[in-house]
């Protein structure tokens, strides 16, 4: 009995172990290096042989000179990938969101009725967005060029290298436009 039973049983338990946990993973890695080689190293971007990011991650910016992503409660660290469970009654919430306006409003001179995109005053379900909203992005041109101080015509082009940067809904129907904020700062590092 114990050899018709439990012996088959161990073989299988092997047999299985080494499809699904060793061939099955390596025959997806290497199938994706070779179908997808950008997409399954990390889409990690690199300026003069360094790796600077990951295109699907966001990134802490808050330099006046760089266009800023959107908030995110786990300051983009991927470990504890997540949002802040707040919900829209959340007095928390609610006052994240208000001094978020204030502090945009501040830093745009903007007065207290303009429209702030949202994904400037509301943190991404993730917490590692990479992308903002053409609008986000546009709301950033004046202190961007302010910031480094561009002429008229170096305004210009930054404001041709928002549009150049939006990306298409995926597929062209999921989702919405929208703009990676570290591709478009590695372009307004070009510009110069």
Do not use: C
């Not at 990951?54 to 006046?64: D, H, R, V, W, Y």
């Not at 745009?108 to 949202?118: E, H, K, S, V």
């Not at 910031?147 to 919405?176: D, K």
């Amino acid at each position: 009995m114990l050899k018709q039973t439990i012996l088959p049983a161990i073989q299988l338990f092997f047999i299985l172990t080494l499809l699904t946990g060793v061939i099955y993973p390596l025959t997806i890695t290497l199938g994706a290096r070779v179908i997808f080689p950008f997409q399954a190293t990390g889409s990690l971007l690199t300026v003069h042989g360094q790796k600077i990011g990951s295109a699907l991650i966001g990134q802490t910016m808050n330099e006046p000179l760089y266009f800023w992503p959107r908030p995110s409660v786990i300051d983009y660290n991927p470990l504890p990938s997540g949002g802040s469970n707040l919900g829209l009654t959340s007095a928390t919430l609610q006052a994240t969101v208000q001094q978020r306006r204030a502090d945009i409003q501040a830093t745009y001179g903007l007065p207290a009725d303009a429209q702030i995109p949202n994904d400037l005053l509301f943190a991404s379900g993730s917490g590692l967005d990479p992308h903002i909203s053409p609008a986000a992005a546009r709301l950033q041109i004046d202190r961007v060029a302010k910031a480094r101080h561009l002429s008229n015509e170096q305004r210009v082009q930054l404001s041709n290298l928002v549009e150049r940067s939006i990306e298409p809904p995926q597929f062209w129907l999921l989702g919405q436009p929208r703009v990676n904020v570290l591709r478009l700062n590695l372009g307004l590092d070009e510009m110069r």
